[in-house]
């Protein structure tokens, strides 16, 4: 069992950066790999990106690459999604999600457990 709980959302204009942080408690952090998915109002929940245990393997949605960079900190039990050049479309609640294995994927119905979510807002 692993709890998780996101911080670091926000209100920030267009072009803004924004550093959301996942920290989790419970089981061994560096087994899991760490996913961050969103919601937008409306949508169905995506994929954000996911980093496998040892942060070797990170894989982003094509929406994110180039702006989002995910990272761990195994020591902190922390996972960090910075997020670059946001643009209004950015704006849903983000979940952090586990699962334990090595392989990153993409899927929500593979993320065992979730946080409640941190809401990021994107004015234009």
């Known amino acids: 069992q692993v709890q998780l709980v996101e911080s670091g959302g926000g209100l920030v204009q267009a072009g803004a950066s924004l550093r959301l942080s996942c920290g989790a408690s419970g089981r061994t952090f560096s087994i899991y790999v760490l996913g961050w998915f969103r919601q937008a109002p409306g949508k169905e929940r995506e994929f954000v990106a996911a980093i496998n245990p040892s942060g070797v393997s990170i894989n982003y949605a094509d929406s994110a690459k180039g702006r989002f960079t995910l990272s761990r900190d195994n020591a902190k039990n922390t996972v960090y999604l910075q997020m670059n050049s946001q643009k209004p479309e950015d704006t849903a609640v983000y979940y952090c999600?586990?699962?334990?294995?090595?392989?990153?994927?993409?899927?929500?119905?593979?993320?065992?457990?979730w946080g409640q979510g941190t809401q990021v807002t994107v004015s234009s």
């Open positions: 999600a586990a699962r334990m294995g090595v392989v990153v994927i993409r899927t929500r119905d593979g993320y065992d457990y």
